[in-house]
């Protein structure tokens, strides 16, 4: 029968827009009848903030707009824009109040109508859950945006200032003042008259304008100095004085204060203090000369992850710097151990694995590691290899690196084995993946060379790559373990805490979140022959290759970065509080903003293992 003029023009109108616009025909027909039709005065209030919705709404004529809790705007939309639709689809409040800009007509749509289309076509889903990955990128970009000034910047330059000025007379010679210099060892000088500033004489004015003009350096000060230099006062912030110095190119600054000099402050100050500087943490490291001085120089890294947080740095370059610096301790450890036994007998290759492997360390993490030997090694290498090992644990152990609980360390004699070894292990893995093996092949298919001969780690990587990547039952096998693991998002979107015991109240952010998202990421690289460990790098691998949707792999990587934001902010706060670091937080003390957020991560990450499922069958597996 056909549609009245009223509940054809509606029609038309779902089918000019997403995801409405896949529908079959006679869906599409049929829905119509279902809808109600409402108005919004202009101004007046559609959705409240943190409401419950119970209908999806879309915009038939007119315009709305979605502003967050902080009044800030989020989302402009005309016809075709929904309201509601990424409240339904997580179980969570809506985000923010939505107000009609125009007077507004609005396609009213029962939940229990959309639960019902749901159901019968994913593809509804889908689109509801990317615009709640559109939302968490939105909340990403907020929490960098809109994190507070590193505490390092609002430091006042007078707090840096720990030596009084080094100055000349202006009836100085040029000789003389670079005398002072070399004695204060300072890389300026200030020249003065009668107490008052006159100017200011650098290392490279000495370069410049006296060694290379071939000036005789008997002559005054005043002839090379810089005259009336740029001043600075001594209670301005170090943001400030930063931008100063980067606006005039110039590296010193004069303080002054009622027309006095009180100190000087450079550039170099200044970019040390706010960096929180990871270069000289690793600097330390690396020139640690026993395992003592090495825990020393490592326990900073937990306060510079703290400061890097606070200051909003991602959690992705966040996890770099703690990545690197438990490098630079291993590597350090492994180098000592070395010069205390002497030459090793062999080459090796001392390997790290999981999340360090991958550069997506976080704080409190234990030990991973394994070592690759030649098959051509000559008798008594291991005896050697194991106590080298043993010292490198035991340094770790003390740096606040614990023990590996499954034993997946290069002291353990069976991650300490020849290269064709490994490639037994590696065959075996893919050709009869038991859970064990997926477990295992899980931690050490996540490999990166640390030290030694990377030719042993070169070959056994592309050995796992091409083995993975040729076997369909083996990704099978790992996508089936991605897909099934729990995330604690409720039926209802809830968010699911342990209800007793040490954690109550509390959820997992790693193995319930980021842990998914690692497995997901490793059977779509593995898969594409993806040489990079990283998760983001593997699913950018599994876009190219066509095993996963773009929308999909961008809301997995937001995600992602969310959660190990959160966690780092967890741990920052941790240490401030003297604790050991861990994964768990607890959601009740999270804002609003944060738990929407939190749910809608985990919605992509259940979207996600859907998608992996489809992807990867479990028929596949017989």
């Known amino acids: 029968m056909p549609l009245d003029a009223e509940l054809a023009e509606i029609r038309d109108h779902l089918a000019a827009h997403p995801p409405f616009d896949a529908l079959p025909d006679d869906e599409l027909t049929s829905l119509p009848a279902r809808l109600q039709v409402i108005y919004r005065r202009r101004g007046s209030v559609v959705a409240e903030a943190g409401a419950m919705p119970t209908e999806l709404l879309m915009v038939r004529s007119g315009a709305v707009e979605l502003?967050?809790?902080?009044?800030?705007?989020?989302?402009?939309?005309?016809?075709?824009?929904?309201?509601?639709?990424?409240?339904?689809?997580?179980?969570?409040?809506?985000?923010?109040?939505?107000?009609?800009?125009?007077?507004t007509l609005l396609l009213a749509m029962p939940s229990a109508v959309l639960d019902d289309l749901r159901g019968r076509h994913p593809a509804v889903t889908g689109f509801f859950t990317a615009h709640a990955g559109t939302l968490l990128r939105q909340a990403v970009g907020r929490r960098h945006r809109g994190g507070s000034p590193a505490p390092a910047l609002r430091t006042r330059v007078r707090d840096l200032v720990t030596r009084a000025p080094v100055t000349v007379d202006a009836a100085a010679t040029i000789e003389d003042a670079a005398r002072v210099m070399s004695e204060e060892r300072v890389s300026?000088?200030?020249?003065?008259?009668?107490?008052?500033?006159?100017?200011?004489?650098?290392?490279?004015?000495?370069?410049?304008?006296?060694?290379?003009?071939?000036?005789?350096?008997?002559?005054?000060?005043?002839?090379?100095?810089?005259?009336?230099?740029?001043?600075?006062?001594?209670?301005?912030?170090?943001?400030?004085?930063?931008?100063?110095?980067?606006?005039?190119?110039?590296?010193?600054l004069p303080l002054l204060e009622e027309g006095g000099v009180v100190g000087m402050i450079t550039a170099t100050d200044l970019l040390r203090l706010q960096q929180a500087d990871p270069v000289q943490v690793v600097g330390e490291v690396a020139k640690a000369a026993d395992p003592a001085a090495v825990a020393a120089a490592g326990s900073r890294l937990d306060r510079l992850v703290a400061s890097l947080v606070r200051q909003g740095t991602t959690a992705r370059d966040a996890s770099r710097v703690v990545t690197t610096v438990g490098d630079a301790v291993e590597r350090r450890l492994i180098e000592l151990a070395e010069a205390e036994l002497g030459p090793p007998p062999t080459a090796y290759a001392w390997v790290t694995l999981g999340s360090r492997a991958r550069l997506e360390q976080a704080l409190g993490p234990d030990q991973d590691h394994a070592m690759i030997l030649p098959d051509g090694a000559p008798p008594g290498t291991d005896e050697y290899l194991a106590r080298l090992a043993e010292r490198v644990v035991e340094g770790l152990e003390r740096a606040g690196y614990p023990r590996c609980t499954g034993d997946k360390m290069a002291n353990n004699p069976r991650w300490r084995v020849r290269s064709s070894v490994w490639h037994e292990y590696v065959e075996a893995w893919v050709r009869s993946p038991t859970p064990r093996a997926v477990v295992e092949a899980g931690v050490f298919f996540d490999l990166r060379h640390l030290h030694g001969d990377p030719a042993l780690t070169a070959g056994l990587a592309r050995h796992q790559r091409e083995a993975a990547a040729a076997s369909p039952i083996f990704a099978a096998h790992l996508a089936a373990h991605a897909a099934t693991r729990p995330v604690p998002l409720g039926i209802f979107r809830g968010l699911v805490v342990d209800r007793s015991g040490e954690h109550r109240h509390t959820l997992d952010l790693k193995n319930g979140g980021l842990g998914v998202i690692v497995e997901i990421a490793r059977v779509h690289g593995l898969a594409a022959g993806c040489e990079d460990p990283g998760s983001l790098a593997r699913l950018e691998a599994g876009v190219a290759s066509g095993r996963l949707s773009a929308p999909l792999a961008a809301d997995l990587h937001d995600a992602w970065e969310f959660l190990a934001g959160l966690r780092l902010r967890h741990q920052g706060e941790e240490v401030g509080s003297g604790r050991r670091p861990d994964n768990r937080i607890e959601p009740s003390a999270l804002s609003s903003f944060e738990q929407r957020h939190l749910k809608a991560a985990f919605g992509v990450i259940r979207t996600a293992q859907t998608a992996l499922a489809q992807r990867y069958p479990v028929r596949a597996l017989t």
């Open 67 to 103: 502003r967050d809790a902080d009044g800030e705007l989020v989302e402009r939309g005309g016809p075709g824009t929904f309201v509601g639709g990424e409240a339904l689809v997580s179980g969570a409040p809506h985000a923010g109040e939505v107000t009609a800009l125009e007077d």
């Open 188 to 252: 300026s000088v200030l020249v003065t008259s009668g107490g008052r500033l006159v100017g200011i004489v650098t290392d490279r004015d000495l370069r410049t304008r006296v060694v290379a003009a071939g000036v005789d350096p008997s002559g005054p000060v005043t002839e090379v100095m810089t005259p009336d230099p740029t001043t600075g006062n001594p209670d301005a912030l170090v943001m400030e004085v930063l931008l100063e110095l980067a606006s005039r190119n110039i590296h010193h």
